[in-house]
């Protein structure tokens, strides 16, 4: 288990550009696969993207591909998702999220069940 601290979210206008950081603690985080989800009220939590351990390989929502894109830097410890060309219906809670496993395996994952350890969620709104 690993513990998340996200920061970086807030109100910003449709095409703005804003980035969220997950800061992740523990020996072996660099063992994890990450992944960013976001949540609307009444709604499932979805999946938005994801990268695995070493960053080598990365994942995305359809929705969000081309504009959105994850990282990490292994020795900061941080997960990043910078977000482009915002739209009103990217308005959400996201959350950062570790794998449950932390075998290392070089695997991106995108189910919610996949994941063990959530941040605390950070709330990004897109006015029109």
């Known amino acids: 288990q690993v513990q998340l601290v996200e920061s970086g979210g807030g109100l910003v206008q449709s095409g703005a550009s804003l980035r969220l950081s997950c800061t992740v603690s523990g020996r072996t985080s660099s063992s994890y696969a990450m992944g960013w989800f976001r949540q609307v009220p009444g709604k499932e939590r979805e999946f938005v993207t994801s990268i695995s351990a070493t960053g080598a390989w990365t994942r995305y929502a359809d929705s969000v591909k081309g504009r959105f894109t994850i990282s990490r830097d292994n020795v900061k410890k941080t997960v990043y998702l910078q977000m482009n060309s915002l739209k009103p219906e990217d308005t959400a809670v996201y959350y950062c999220?570790?794998?449950?496993?932390?075998?290392?395996?070089?695997?991106?994952?995108?189910?919610?069940?996949?994941?063990?350890?959530w941040g605390q969620g950070s709330l990004v709104t897109v006015s029109s």
């Open positions: 999220a570790a794998d449950r496993y932390g075998s290392g395996n070089d695997i991106c994952y995108t189910r919610n069940s996949d994941y063990g350890s």
